[in-house]
């Protein structure tokens, strides 16, 4: 597994020691996995929230787009993860981006309250 494989699952796993491990051998606070989410993606996406406040704090894009123009705050939104959102919108990313199907996130927050 390659160092920016490992952060990736790392971001996923909400495992900030192997992140930080990853990271320090050289794995890309940025870097894409091959359909183009990034780790700040992933740890929006788990819910990771001290995982999002490192990597934001470290570097990371608060707006990077992802598949079909997703961005971190999309993927936390549509999990349901209100702090993730809250960390992501305080540390600058856009309350209105729009996926490339023009969905919001809080469209995106919206249908996950109503399931």
Same mark, same amino acid.
């Given at each position: 597994?390659?160092?920016?494989? *490992?952060?990736?699952? %790392?971001?996923?796993?909400?495992?900030?020691? *192997?992140?930080?491990?990853?990271?320090?051998?050289?794995?890309?606070?940025?870097?894409?996995?091959?359909?183009?989410?990034?780790?700040?993606?992933?740890? *929006?996406?788990?819910?990771?929230?001290?995982?999002?406040?490192?990597?934001?704090?470290?570097? %990371?894009?608060?707006?990077?787009?992802?598949?079909?123009?997703?961005?971190?705050?999309?993927?936390?939104?549509?999990?349901?993860?209100?702090?993730?959102?809250?960390?992501?919108?305080?540390?600058?990313?856009?309350?209105?981006?729009?996926?490339?199907?023009?969905?919001?996130?809080?469209?995106?927050?919206?249908?996950?309250?109503?399931?």
């Amino acid at each position: 597994m390659s160092v920016d494989d *490992a952060l990736m699952v %790392a971001c996923r796993l909400d495992d900030l020691e *192997a992140a930080k491990e990853a990271v320090a051998c050289g794995a890309g606070i940025d870097t894409p996995d091959s359909l183009g989410s990034q780790p700040l993606h992933h740890a *929006a996406r788990s819910g990771s929230l001290r995982l999002v406040h490192w990597l934001v704090s470290s570097g %990371a894009a608060v707006d990077a787009l992802g598949d079909e123009s997703w961005q971190p705050l999309h993927d936390a939104a549509a999990s349901g993860h209100l702090e993730v959102c809250d960390c992501l919108l305080q540390s600058g990313a856009e309350v209105g981006c729009c996926t490339s199907d023009g969905e919001q996130p809080l469209h995106l927050y919206a249908a996950v309250l109503e399931q």
